[in-house]
């Protein structure tokens, strides 16, 4: 597994007279991130403390145990979060992609691992700067708080899927998922790109490879999908999928 280890290009300082005209400002994504929370100078302030990296398909942005002297806002691309088990087993913990946060350790330590799996667009913040800024700029603080909530509510919502569900109505309410991600940032939802593999979203949903591909198999013949290509679902029955995945 490779390890990121691309020499960042810094993001580039304005000029005192054109304090407003920076990256930041003029990011495609900004008003769906924790910089949203900023206004003015304050986005100028966190620019400072900035670098944006491009970041190849299938690196390792930090693995499990690792330092966590970064913290990261995802651009473009997408990345998976995994935890290896003590016998080698993979179990992925989430799929994350435009606008999602990464790196939040309440320890000093990372507690899962991050990869791209596709290539991918990334700000990265040192932890102690952006702590730092807390102070000066609390609705950043707040929001970055809102974050960490966010992931635990996604936690939980992992825990039941894990737990209770069947097969068909875990990948069912994986799909939901990233409609209503689609559907947050104002985009249809109704058609999804799939990045990861079959065997990503098994290690994901704990299921084996055949179950997820069977399973979409089951789903295309209810009429409630199809998959023009192997990483894209158009959803063809929304309701009727809903009620598949709340198994009733």
């Known amino acids: 597994m490779a390890r990121f280890d691309i020499l960042p290009q810094p993001v580039a300082h304005v000029a005192e007279q054109q ?7 003029a990011c495609d994504v900004r008003e769906l991130t924790i910089c949203d929370a ?10 400072q403390i900035v670098t944006r990296i491009p970041v190849p398909a299938g690196r390792t942005l930090f693995q499990e145990g690792d330092e966590a002297d970064h913290v990261y806002n995802i651009i473009d ?3 998976r979060l995994f935890k290896l ?15 999602d946060f990464v790196g939040i350790a309440l320890k000093k330590r990372y507690a899962y691992s991050a990869e791209t799996i596709t290539d991918s667009v990334i700000c990265r913040f040192p932890r102690e700067k952006l702590e730092a800024l807390f102070a000066e700029l609390p609705a950043l ?12 509510i996604a936690a939980q919502d992992q825990m039941l899927l894990l737990g209770r569900k069947t097969a068909v109505e875990r990948v069912a309410s994986f799909l939901l998922h990233l409609t209503r991600r689609l559907e947050a940032r104002g985009l249809k939802g109704n058609k999804i790109a799939l990045p990861m593999t079959r065997t990503d979203m098994g290690d994901y949903l704990g299921l084996t490879v055949e179950t997820v591909s069977r399973t979409f198999t089951k789903l295309r013949r209810d009429g409630l999908i199809t998959t023009p290509t192997p990483h894209e679902v158009e959803i063809c029955d929304l309701d009727g999928l809903r009620e598949v995945a709340e198994g009733s």
Not at 38 to 47: C, H, K, N, W
Not at 85 to 99: E, K, N, W, Y
């Open 19 to 25: 304090p407003a005209l920076m990256p930041c400002a």
């Open 38 to 47: 900023l206004r003015g100078r304050e986005i100028d302030r966190m620019a």
């Open 77 to 79: 691309g997408s990345l």
């Open 85 to 99: 088990m003590p016998d080698g087993r993979r179990q992925i913990t989430g799929f994350l992609f435009a606008t």
């Open 141 to 152: 603080e707040t929001r970055l708080l809102e974050t960490a909530g966010n992931e635990l």
